[in-house]
Nanobody, 119 residues
Framework: HVQLQAFGGGLVQAGGSLRLSCAASGRTFSSYDMGWFRQAPGKERERVATISPSGAITYNVESVKGRFTISRDNAKNTVYLQMNSLKPEDTAVYYC????????????WGQGTLVTVSS
């Protein structure tokens, strides 16, 4: 099992930047596939980006490509989401999640951190 804690959200003006962090407990963090998801008010949760144990990255939302960067530091049991050139439509609660490689669903979730982008 792994426990996740996300932090780093806040209020930022459009065009600004934030870096989200997700700290994981447990000794097997490096074996988990990690993802960042977000849920905007009135919308369904969507997967933003994922990073595999080996560092393979997928961005699942077209609008964040070139602006967001997912990364991980296995020595620190932490996954990051660097968000640049933020837009009001990026406003959402952001969640980190983990899954065991080979499993289709994300089993472990952090508590979410709110990102608000003002215009």
């Amino acid at each position: 099992h792994v426990q996740l804690q996300a932090f780093g959200g806040g209020l930022v003006q459009a065009g600004g930047s934030l870096r989200l962090s997700c700290a994981a407990s447990g000794r097997t963090f490096s074996s988990y596939d990690m993802g960042w998801f977000r849920q905007a008010p009135g919308k369904e949760r969507e997967r933003v980006a994922t990073i595999s144990p080996s560092g393979a990255i997928t961005y699942n939302v077209e609008s964040v490509k070139g602006r967001f960067t997912i990364s991980r530091d296995n020595a620190k049991n932490t996954v990051y989401l660097q968000m640049n050139s933020l837009k009001p439509e990026d406003t959402a609660v952001y969640y980190c999640a983990a899954r065991v490689m080979g499993v289709s669903i994300y089993e472990y979730w952090g508590q979410g951190t709110l990102v608000t982008v003002s215009s």
